[in-house]
T-cell receptor
Framework: GQQVMQIPQYQHVQEGEDFTTYCNSSTTLSNIQWYKQRPGGHPVFLIQLVKSGEVKKQKRLTFQFGEAKKNSSLHITATQTTDVGTYFCAGHGNQGGKLIFGQGTELSVKP | DAGVTQSPTHLIKTRGQQVTLRCSPISGHKSVSWYQQVLGQGPQFIFQYYEKEERGRGNFPDRFSARQFPNYSSELNVNALLLGDSALYLC???????????FGPGTRLTVT
């Protein structure tokens, strides 16, 4: 079945450093979504990418969808303590319906 | 506008018992999905319902079932509870299937 792998599992950075998490799917995705979950909270939607090679920016966050629509990345520039949490990618296959999440990357930021 | 609501917030059950979890979607959202999240892992897809019909099912045993009501609220039922069913159960609503999911706060289920 469809699998979504995410690396790294953990990332510890100093405040001000950059951070990147990578997402890879075993099958082509119709879209890729990114979510952030704070400790003790629930996933919160960040963005959706649909087109091959698409790049979207939200302030210090840059999201990319690969040309083959099988991989994606999230890059945070100059991390802040408010960026702490677990970042998940999630993708829909071509049949829609089932949204498959990666294992997440837990980001900790040291002030 | 109210977000996705779930009840109860926490639940403690004994092995072999049955549990029903409830979810109310955001007003106007017709799709509800259920996920199981074990500590340290990503949410695992259980079911998706759209317009009261099942549109997707994850790799969960038949002990798990769900339904969606005419007002688009939903229930997740789990029979014959096992210790391994202990998890955070998340409900998410969306306008339709492949759109962004808005998650509720979850129900923390502990099976002893």
């Amino acid at each position: 079945g469809q699998q979504v792998m995410q690396i790294p599992q953990y990332q510890h950075v100093q405040e001000g450093e950059d951070f990147t998490t990578y997402c890879n799917s075993s099958t082509t995705l119709s879209n890729i979504q990114w979510y952030k979950q704070r400790p003790g909270g629930h996933p919160v939607f960040l963005i959706q990418l649909v087109k091959s090679g698409e790049v979207k920016k939200q302030k210090r966050l840059t999201f990319q969808f690969g040309e083959a629509k099988k991989n994606s990345s999230l890059h945070i520039t100059a991390t802040q303590t408010t960026d702490v949490g677990t970042y998940f990618c999630a993708g829909h296959g071509n049949q829609g319906g089932k949204l498959i999440f990666g294992q997440g990357t837990e980001l900790s930021v040291k002030p | 506008d109210a977000g996705v609501t779930q009840s109860p917030t926490h639940l403690i059950k004994t092995r072999g018992q049955q549990v029903t979890l409830r979810c109310s979607p955001i007003s106007g959202h017709k799709s509800v999905s259920w996920y199981q999240q074990v500590l340290g892992q990503g949410p695992q897809f259980i079911f998706q319902y759209y317009e009261k019909e099942e549109r997707g099912r994850g790799n969960f045993p038949d002990r798990f079932s769900a339904r969606q009501f005419p007002n688009y609220s939903s229930e997740l039922n789990v029979n014959a509870l096992l210790l391994g069913d202990s998890a955070l159960y998340l409900c998410a609503s969306s306008l339709a299937g492949p759109y962004e999911q808005y998650f509720g706060p979850g129900t923390r289920l502990t099976v002893t």
